[in-house]
């Protein structure tokens, strides 16, 4: 199974419609002002981490955060939805609608998301991008599940196996960007295939099984 993560991997510069989104609910789930102000380093992060960070930074008590965070779930999946352009293919990274069909056609490999995206903002991005088709539903990992990233491939590999049988790590890989990409894969004792795509280098991922510079050399690295 291969767990791919959204931005920097599967699209790129595809997220101003999204912090947009984050930053609307923010203003009306907890009328923080200037969520704009605040300075958070967003990638790799789960929407949830990045709404708490903002929040925190914007004086707002812990409690009133756990308290009104299924409101911001909610808020931010409406914020998005009104804002994403009909038509997101031009943000799909090169090479990446040929890989997934190349994989798609291979017997025994599924594709599936481990993503920090709320999960409607996920399937809506994806589908506006022409590529939602690859990744069933009702499989993967998302922002929606845990705010934490390192909790996602668990998460992940439970939806896609049997009743009290996970699916299993030694076939699972996880395919991302960022430092936090590797790290949640660690902490599932997983593999992890990194890109160049998002805004580390490859010295930054150096930690990961591989390194690529592009979807195109993905292909060789995925003979799971």
Known sequence: MLLFDIDGTLMLRASDDHRDAVHAALRRVWHVRRPEAARVEAAGRTDLQIARAILLQSGVAADRIDERMPDFKRAAAEEYAVRCRDDLTSFVAPGVPELLRALAERPGVRLSLVTGNLEPIARLKLARGGIGGFFERGQGGFGSDHEDRTELPAIARARAGRPGA???????????????????????????????????GAEALRAADGVVASARELLPLLSV
């Not at 030694?170 to 790290?183: C, F, S």
């Open 166 to 200: 996970a699916y299993p790590q030694e076939r699972t890989v996880v395919i991302g960007d960022t430092p936090l990409d590797i790290a949640c894969a660690r902490a599932d004792g997983v593999r992890c295939l990194a890109v160049t795509t998002g805004p580390y």
